[in-house]
C-alpha cells in the first residue's frame, strides 16, 4: 500500500493520510442529507436518492484514490439546485428527463478526456490566474462556512452583513475555530477531525446536534424507484435538451477544473510547469461517477472543495481518498450516525481551511495590471457570483481583453482563445 500510494515519496504516512480521509468525508458528510432533501423537490424518493448519494461518490472517489491516486473526494455538486429548480420545478421537466441529461454528460466527459480535451482545457489557464483559483476558493468556502451558521446573513440594503453572533449556531461556530486553531498552533496532528467531533459533541446540549429519534441501525432503502429511469429518445433530441446538457457541462467542467488547480496547488503537488500529475485520470473519475450517478439515480458528480480540509491535515495521496470512499459505504449502513454532524460542526473547518487555501495570493503578479486584474477578478467573483465556474469565467476573459487591447498576443495561447469563446457562447445559453 505504501508503495502503491507512494506516500513517502510524497512526505506522507499511513496515519496522516487515514486521518485526513476521515476529515474529508466529515466535512462534506452534509450532501448525504441536503442532496436528498433537494432531489426529493422533484418528487424523487428521499431515501433512494440518499443511497445512489453514498454509492455514486463511493465509485467516483474510488476510482480517484486508485486510478488518478489524488487525495481528493467527490460528490454530486451544485448542479443537484439546476437539476431540482430550474430543470424540473422552472422549465416543467420530469425528474427523468433531467437524470437522462446528467447521463448524457458523463457520456460526453468520458470522451472529452480520454481525447485530452479536458486537459487541455485545464493547461490553458493562465499561470496567475490558476494561482488565483486556489485564493478565490479559499474565500468562497470561508464565505459558505460563515454563511451556513448565520454569521453573515441576507440584507436588502447591502446584500449581506453580519448575522446574529449571540445565536447558538454562530457561538458554536466561534468556539469551534478557537479549538480547531489552538489544536493546529500546537501541531496537533487530526485538529480537524478533533474539532468537528468535539463541536458536534458541544452541540448536543446546545440543541444543535439533533440526536432525538437516534436509530444506529436502519434498514437499508431500496434504489429501484430512481436507478436507470431515462427518457425516450423523443425527449433526447430536442432543444431543451441541448440547453440543460450545455448548462450541466460548462458549469460542471469549469468547477471541477478550479476545485483541482486550487486544492492541487495547496497540497503542493502541481508541477513546475503548472501541470497536475494524473489530472487525466482524476478527470475520468468525476466523468465516471457522473454516468454511473445518473444510472444510481442522483445528480452531476463533481471533486469537492471540502478535499481542501484532508489536504490541510496532511493528506497527499490517493490513500485519503480511499479512506474517504470507504467511509462513504460505510454511511450506507450507519447514515444516522454520520448525519448526527451538522453544519455547524463542519463550518469552523471549512473558515480555516478558506484560511489556508488563500496563502498563493503572495505570488501573484501584482505588477503588471494584465495579470493583476484577472487575477483580482477570479478571485472577488467566486464568492460573489457564488460560483468558481463564474470565477475563471471573468478571470480567462478579462486576460485575453487585457493582452489583446495591449498587444501582448503572444501571451494567450491558441486554447486559451477557445476557452474564452466557450464562455462567451455560454452568455447566451
Do not use: H
Not at 468562497?140 to 449556531?169: C, H, K, M, R, W
Not at 446536534?209 to 436507470?228: D, I, R, Y
Not at 445528480?299 to 491535515?313: D, F, K, L, P, R
Amino acid at each position: 500500500m505504501k508503495s502503491f500510494f507512494a506516500i513517502k515519496e510524497n512526505g506522507s504516512n499511513v496515519r496522516t493520510e487515514i486521518l485526513a480521509g476521515i476529515t474529508t468525508f466529515l466535512t462534506m458528510a452534509y450532501i448525504l442529507a441536503v442532496n436528498p432533501e433537494i432531489l426529493s423537490a422533484t418528487g424523487m424518493p428521499r431515501d433512494s436518492v440518499f443511497m445512489a448519494t453514498a454509492i455514486a461518490s463511493a465509485i467516483a472517489t474510488l476510482v480517484m484514490a486508485l486510478v488518478a491516486r489524488l487525495p481528493f473526494a467527490l460528490a454530486p455538486g451544485v448542479l443537484s439546485v439546476f437539476f431540482a429548480f430550474t430543470v424540473v420545478m422552472g422549465m416543467g421537466k420530469s425528474w427523468q428527463f433531467a437524470l437522462t441529461a446528467v447521463f448524457l454528460e458523463g457520456i460526453i466527459f468520458l470522451l472529452l478526456t480520454a481525447l485530452n480535451v479536458r486537459e487541455a482545457i485545464i493547461n490553458s489557464i493562465p499561470a496567475n490566474v490558476r494561482k488565483s483559483i486556489s485564493v478565490g476558493i479559499g474565500l468562497f468556502i470561508a464565505f459558505i462556512g460563515f454563511q451556513n451558521v448565520g454569521l453573515i446573513v441576507n440584507s436588502d440594503a447591502t446584500l449581506v452583513q453580519l448575522g446574529e453572533l449571540s445565536s447558538p449556531p454562530a457561538l458554536l461556530t466561534v468556539i469551534g475555530l478557537v479549538i480547531i486553531a489552538v489544536l493546529l498552533a500546537f501541531k496537533v496532528k487530526g485538529a480537524f477531525l478533533i474539532g468537528v467531533i468535539a463541536v458536534t459533541m458541544i452541540g448536543i446540549p446546545m440543541g444543535i446536534t439533533n440526536v432525538e429519534g437516534f436509530k444506529l441501525f436502519q434498514p437499508l432503502p431500496s434504489m429501484a424507484p430512481v436507478f436507470f429511469k431515462f427518457v425516450g429518445w423523443n425527449e433526447i433530441f430536442t432543444l431543451d435538451m441541448l440547453v440543460v446538457l450545455f448548462t450541466f457541462l460548462y458549469v460542471d467542467m469549469f468547477d471541477t477544473v478550479g476545485t483541482l488547480i486550487g486544492v492541487s496547488t495547496k497540497a503542493g503537488i502541481v508541477r513546475p510547469d503548472g501541470s497536475i500529475p494524473r489530472v487525466r485520470q482524476a478527470l475520468f473519475a468525476d466523468a465516471i461517477g457522473t454516468t454511473a450517478g445518473a444510472i444510481l439515480g442522483t445528480s452531476t458528480i463533481t471533486t469537492y472543495i471540502e478535499s481542501a480540509a484532508g489536504v490541510e491535515e496532511g493528506g497527499r495521496t490517493g490513500l485519503t481518498a480511499l479512506v474517504t470512499a470507504i467511509l462513504f459505504l460505510v454511511a450506507v449502513f450507519f447514515s444516522p450516525l454520520f448525519l448526527l454532524v451538522p453544519f455547524t460542526a463542519t463550518a469552523p473547518a471549512l473558515i480555516l481551511v478558506g484560511v489556508f487555501m488563500m496563502s498563493p495570493v503572495r505570488e501573484i503578479e501584482w505588477g503588471d495590471v494584465t495579470e493583476a486584474l484577472p487575477a483580482c477578478l477570479a478571485i472577488i467573483m467566486m464568492p460573489l457570483a457564488f460560483s468558481i465556474a463564474q470565477g475563471i469565467f471573468w478571470g480567462v476573459l478579462s486576460y485575453i481583453v487585457l493582452k489583446l487591447l495591449s498587444g501582448r498576443v503572444k501571451d494567450i495561447s491558441p486554447i486559451t482563445y477557445i476557452v474564452g469563446f466557450v464562455f462567451v457562447l455560454s452568455l447566451f445559453v
